[in-house]
């Protein structure tokens, strides 16, 4: 018994699974965000454009004594479109700003040209190793 409780620690406590319940958090609580955005800011806005034609809810088919909420449905299935949506462009837009940040990091020239024959040398290089040119000494910034 003690070895099962020995390997269900190691199971429970290796990066992975903590890393697997971390983004399950972090999902959960990102999820409450878009729920609410769609819900309390999109949805109502849809609405007030729309004279209110997007809740559904009141639409139902009666077969003899049984309801179908056929609104409901409706409802769930444009507050969908409207929820991926809202992912896709935080998506587009996280993926705009790590594409900046990327830019910005840009690793600094290893290389220059040589001024006499035009070669590629070493940045660090005073003299050029294809003319034997002695090279002027760069300004630094």
Not at 115 to 120: F, K, N
């Amino acid at each position: 018994m003690k070895k099962f409780f020995k390997e269900f620690k190691e199971f429970a406590l290796k990066g992975n699974v903590m890393d697997l319940a971390i983004g399950m958090i972090i999902g959960a609580a990102f999820t409450a965000i878009v729920t609410s955005l769609v819900n309390d800011v999109i949805m109502p806005l849809l609405s007030l454009i729309t004279a209110g034609y997007l809740d559904f809810s009141h639409i139902v088919w009666k077969i003899n004594n049984v309801e179908i909420n056929f609104g409901t449905l409706l409802t769930a299935v444009v507050t969908f479109i409207c929820i991926a949506l809202v992912l896709f462009l935080l998506i587009k837009l996280i993926k705009k700003a790590e594409s900046l940040r990327k830019k910005e990091e840009e690793a600094a020239p290893t290389t220059k040209k040589c001024p006499y024959c035009m070669s590629e040398i070493p940045i660090e290089a005073t003299r050029c190793p294809h003319c034997t040119s002695e090279l002027p000494e760069e300004k630094k910034a």
